[in-house]
């Protein structure tokens, strides 16, 4: 999305017009970024107007804008060239390392007239740059589009020819030319799977008399040889822009202020739109309609239009046909495949219907989309916003696992078949072998009252350092976004430990840090909250105690002391029947297990345990103490973990368990910014 790409003010410092009034010089601050650069000038038209606006009789009129923009980029090389005797050079900028299309685009320049006069005679001309050798025939993928196919590498091999001897200097390889059976000077260099990264170039040429140079490239796949596109050589000092664009959850759109994504997603997913039987989006829906993942980049008026004006648009990858059949039936839907004699023919409501094709007597493509009419002038102007706010906005995207963190590999995604076997079993099917105190509360709806969460971190501690684990800041940040999506729900955060205010206005504290302000002292808050009916979320570190371990122990049920004992890798949680665990059997994390912990599990439920030196290990578990409720969760060391649906749906239940709410209230969240595969 263009409009959504920050625009910044380049100061110019200077400006001067060659003495033939043929060259505009423009001296500015370092440009070193690879974006469109604009340079707004006044136009002639204007500058005529200026002059003829007091003359009796003016000339005719003049049309054009009175100001024009120039794009400028860092394509192009840095080119400098001395003669034999030292005597002469010259340095500037060529927009190409083939000396014909410098000719041609220069033509008319002063400077590089010059440059192509000094060429006759007796020197070297030397030219640095870098070459983009990433994807030169391979086309990029949609952003949000998945295929099933992985292409191979591509193999670029790059090609420098001349009229006279050279030397090159292309990436890690240095060459000098030999020649060929035609006489020219010749030399190349293949790179295999060159990525991303910018490939440095400098090349030296002998010159005087005619001088000829041309760069050509072709890959493995296609021995063509081609002449490389402008944008794909950079001046030296070139750099990838910092400078992204807005993150779709960022950008403001006026239109959807105050919407809410959430009753957005429910509206696209409910049987009254029907949006998800045609539609996939963030890789939720049906696959009969364009997928709308992308939509995050669209402006709203475009998406509103496909929406209002569904047949003024159609998608030419999903047309719908009419298919009369030979027994006089017909079908409207979008034919997906053909293969053996059957087509497969997706209708509006998603139902995929298999036709003999001996039994079509005609397919004729319609005109007319899919999409019915009128679904965007029956919602409200709220419901409006709403749902554009859920298609236009993705607010937590999936946080990009680290290759490795501790020797550990992170897990492979979740699949969505997973979770949803997990979702499928009610919660009444589990049930405790004990009634707790407060179990009444779990027949509130999830609308019935608010909640105020206060999630407590802390810095990342001294000896957890590097990424991928421990990243207590991190998960604030983004648990922050991800609760206050919910119905009635508002969040604060705190450092190290909430204020006063905080503890009484709050209804849950979650806390995930190192526990570092700690002291027995601070027993009196964990107290008071828990006798007025507070909950409380410990998340695996946060068990630690530096000092005053028992006490923390006491209303935990266990803590980290002296004598504990932890490991990292592959854990299998094997869970207990209770209502919180409904749908869990046995479930591998990647993560870190701790064990032999302080305390007595005094009045604690285990709710999953893991084996550890040949013995059940509890890792969850609950426990009541007055009016309050502790949910404490060892899991959660690393960073890809708080981004497994399933640990989610876990936490999510204890957070809910924890406040005398429903358990399902917040699971619906479970796959925001979720890793989640096929």
């Avoid at 003010?9 to 009034?21: F, G, K, N, T, Y």
């Avoid at 004729?364 to 029956?378: F, K, N, V």
Wanted: glycine share 6%.
């Amino acid at each position: 999305d263009q409009l959504a790409v920050p625009r910044y003010a380049h100061e110019i410092l200077s400006a001067s017009v060659s003495p033939d009034r043929r060259t505009l010089t423009l001296v500015t601050q370092p440009r070193n970024a690879v974006v469109n650069y604009a340079v707004t000038l006044p136009s002639v038209a204007a500058d005529v107007r200026r002059r003829t606006s007091g003359l009796t009789s003016p000339p005719r009129a003049i049309g054009g804008h009175d100001e024009i923009d120039l794009l400028t980029d860092l394509s192009g090389v840095e080119a400098q060239w001395e003669s034999a005797e030292v005597k002469e050079s010259w340095v500037g900028w060529l927009p190409h390392a083939d000396l014909q299309v410098v000719r041609e685009l220069t033509r008319g320049s002063a400077e590089h007239e010059r440059l192509f006069s000094l060429l006759t005679q007796s020197g070297h001309l030397r030219l640095r740059g870098q070459l983009d050798l990433w994807q030169m025939l391979q086309p990029a993928i949609q952003p949000g589009s998945m295929i099933d196919w992985v292409r191979p590498p591509e193999d670029v091999t790059v090609v420098i020819e001349a009229s006279a001897p050279f030397s090159l200097k292309l990436a890690d390889k240095s060459l000098t030319s030999a020649k060929t059976d035609r006489g020219a000077q010749r030399s190349e260099v293949e790179f295999r799977a060159p990525g991303q990264h910018w490939q440095p170039i400098e090349l030296k040429l002998e010159t005087g008399g005619e001088v000829a140079l041309t760069a050509t490239w072709f890959t493995a796949d296609d021995p063509r040889p081609r002449p490389f596109p402008l944008r794909r050589l950079l001046l030296p000092w070139a750099q990838p822009s910092g400078a992204a664009p807005a993150a779709p959850m960022e950008r403001p759109v006026p239109e959807i202020a105050d919407g809410h994504w959430l009753p957005g997603k429910r509206l696209f997913f409910s049987d009254r739109l029907g949006c998800a039987k045609c539609h996939v989006i963030r890789g939720e829906g049906q696959r009969v309609g364009p997928d709308l993942s992308n939509l995050v980049q669209r402006d709203y008026a475009s998406v509103r239009k496909d929406i209002q004006l569904p047949n003024a648009a159609i998608n030419p990858d999903h047309v719908a046909s009419a298919i009369e059949l030979s027994d006089g039936e017909s079908l409207t839907g979008i034919v997906q495949r053909e293969a053996d004699g059957v087509i497969q023919v997706a209708m509006a409501d998603g139902i995929l219907h298999q036709v003999a094709r001996k039994n079509v007597k005609s397919i004729i493509p319609s005109t007319l989309s899919l999409m019915p009419e009128g679904l965007w002038d029956a919602l409200t102007d709220d419901e409006q916003r709403d749902l554009m706010t859920y298609l236009l906005t993705s607010p937590l995207e999936p946080h990009a696992p680290e290759v490795e963190a501790q020797g550990q590999k992170p897990p492979a995604a979740r699949k969505r078949s997973e979770l949803a076997a997990l979702l499928s079993v009610p919660l009444a099917s589990h049930v405790t072998d004990r009634v707790t105190t407060n179990s009444s509360q779990s027949l509130l709806t999830s609308a019935a009252t608010s909640l105020r969460m206060i999630l407590c971190a802390s810095p990342k501690d001294a000896g957890h350092a590097a990424p991928g684990f421990h990243d207590y800041p991190l998960w604030r940040e983004r648990w922050s976004k991800l609760l206050a999506l919910a119905d009635g729900v508002t969040v604060e955060t705190a450092d190290r430990w909430p204020s006063p205010e905080q503890w009484r206005q709050a209804d849950v504290v979650a806390f995930y840090h190192d526990n570092p302000a700690w002291t027995a002292d601070k027993a009196k808050d964990l107290d008071t909250f828990l006798d007025r009916g507070g909950g409380l979320v410990f998340l695996h570190w946060s068990m630690n105690a530096y000092r005053d371990v028992e006490p923390l122990a006491a209303r935990l049920g266990r803590a980290w002391g002296p004598g504990a004992r932890f490991r990292y890798g592959t854990e299998e949680l094997r869970f207990s029947p209770h209502q919180l665990t409904a749908g869990f059997d046995t479930t591998q994390l990647v993560d870190e297990s701790y064990w032999k912990l302080t305390g007595d599990f005094k009045g604690a439920t285990v709710l999953a345990a893991s084996v550890e030196d040949g013995e059940p290990r509890p890792q969850v578990w609950i426990r009541e103490q007055g009016k309050g409720r502790l949910f404490v969760c060892i899991p959660g060391h690393f960073t890809w973990t708080f981004d497994d649906p399933l640990y989610r749906v876990l936490v999510l239940r204890g957070i809910g368990w924890a406040a005398h709410q429903p358990m399902d209230r917040l699971v619906e969240l479970s796959t925001v910014g979720a890793r989640l595969a096929e």
